[in-house]
């Protein structure tokens, strides 16, 4: 013992340097905070630009491939024309061969039947109507063969239009599943730095709470049995339960300083029951006496100085059981009241 006591009085003070070094600490993470928030700005920003400039493309590709579309039925009908064109001016061609025949033969015959001159007169003149609608035929196929060659150019250009719009639109993909895969990689980093402050939490719930056999950590989640806080079939918190929740709100004010204000965070207050139903005037089931009970410690909470905003209550009943035994150890392990650090 007196060597113990003259240890104490020989101790040196820490204190300062310790301040200090958690001083610097604190203003670094703020500078890689504020760092990280800027870049998810300009992140931001750069992907809503993307979005733009890709619905634009879309909307242009959209059009070309509209007017191809008509240019391509306005060629179709053309060469239906044509077609029809061809037939006529072949037929006319057939009809024009024939009546040239006639003449040749009326000709030759118009010495001895000087009788038939006014039937090589009526052919005659059936001829050159047959060579007027010939010569009317091929200005129109020739017309038409302007507009298919134009038609065709158009296409063409429409095509190109269309190769290039599809190439940028895949450089714009490229680079949008670029910056998507940064975005995920920002979001991992804001779910890891939340589990590192949930880490934090707990540790420091531990500290404040001691090694209560009552109270225990189930995967990310901190379980208080509920006869800490309530009296059986109560809603109403026990002198004792106030005590822990003052440890707990002090705990959560001191680590609420230490989260970026842009994480979502949440502390979420569940109530569970065992399985023995409950039918009260008060609480007609489970429902009730598991809500009601989440929600009496958010309100203690909330008198502490915890923003609302920042607390959730849920009432589960009997249906999330941790043990699913019958036994009345089972039972006791399945009141509890959860609490959890979580993203709204």
Do not use: C
Request: aromatic share 6%.
């Amino acid at each position: 013992m007196p060597v113990g006591r003259r240890r104490r009085g020989e101790g040196i003070n820490y204190w300062p340097g310790f301040v200090d070094a958690l001083s610097t600490l604190l203003l670094s993470i703020i500078m890689i905070l504020s760092i990280f928030v800027l870049g998810q700005f300009f992140l931001s920003q750069e992907v809503t630009g993307k979005d733009e400039a890709l619905n634009r493309l879309n909307a242009q590709i959209a059009e070309l491939s509209q007017l191809l579309a008509l240019e391509r039925t306005t060629g179709r009908n053309a060469q239906e024309q044509l077609s029809v064109l061809a037939s006529s001016l072949d037929k006319a061609n057939a009809d024009k061969s024939r009546l040239q025949g006639l003449l040749d033969e009326a000709q030759k015959d118009a010495a001895a039947a000087s009788a038939q001159g006014g039937q090589v007169a009526q052919i005659q003149g059936e001829l050159d109507s047959q060579k007027r609608i010939s010569d009317q035929a091929m200005a129109q196929v020739e017309l038409l063969n302007q507009q298919i060659s134009a038609l065709r150019r158009q296409i063409a250009a429409l095509e190109q239009a269309l190769d290039a719009s599809e190439s940028k639109d895949r450089e714009s993909q490229t680079k949008i599943a670029d910056l998507g895969s940064r975005l995920n990689a920002a979001l991992a980093q804001r779910v890891q730095e939340l589990s590192r402050f949930r880490s934090d939490f707990f540790g420091r719930l531990r500290e404040v709470l001691g090694n209560r056999p009552d109270v225990r950590i189930v995967g990310d989640r901190f379980v208080f049995q509920s006869e800490v806080f309530f009296q059986a079939g109560q809603a109403t918190l026990q002198p004792e339960g106030k005590a822990e929740m003052d440890k707990l709100a002090a705990a959560l004010l001191e680590l609420q300083d230490k989260i970026p204000a842009d994480i979502p965070w949440v502390l979420r207050v569940d109530g569970h029951t065992d399985d023995r139903p409950i039918n009260s005037p008060q609480f007609p089931s489970n429902w009730e006496l598991s809500s009601s009970r989440a929600i009496s410690v958010v309100q203690y909470l909330m008198s502490k100085g915890i923003p609302a905003q920042r607390l959730v209550a849920a009432g589960f009943a009997e249906f999330q059981p941790i043990d699913t035994a019958g036994t009345d150890e089972a039972r006791k392990k399945n009141r509890r009241i959860e609490l959890k650090l979580t993203e709204r």
